[in-house]
């Protein structure tokens, strides 16, 4: 998926999809190459995506809640 960095303010990059959508991701300074990849795609709209299959848990119209996800233990 194709993806341009069309801005980047205090920290903050514009990133503008194939199909002109766009999203604001925050940097940090020990992100990777790798990292921005991933949360690009992440975040992606779903029109951009397509999906691996899908979980047997899931159905349409179902609540549900949002968790952050745990921390790590060192």
């Not at 159905?59 to 996800?69: D, L």
């Given at each position: 998926m194709q993806y341009t960095v069309?801005?980047?303010n205090n920290n903050v990059a514009k990133i503008v999809y194939s199909d002109d959508t766009f999203a604001f991701i925050e940097l940090h300074a020990d992100m990777t190459e790798s990292d921005?990849?991933?949360l690009v795609y992440m975040i992606a709209p779903a029109q951009l995506k397509t999906g691996a299959g899908k979980p047997s848990f899931i159905?349409?119209?179902?609540?549900?809640?949002?968790?952050?996800?745990a921390e790590e233990s060192e």
């Open positions: 069309a801005e980047i921005l990849d991933e159905k349409a119209g179902q609540t549900r809640t949002a968790a952050k996800p």
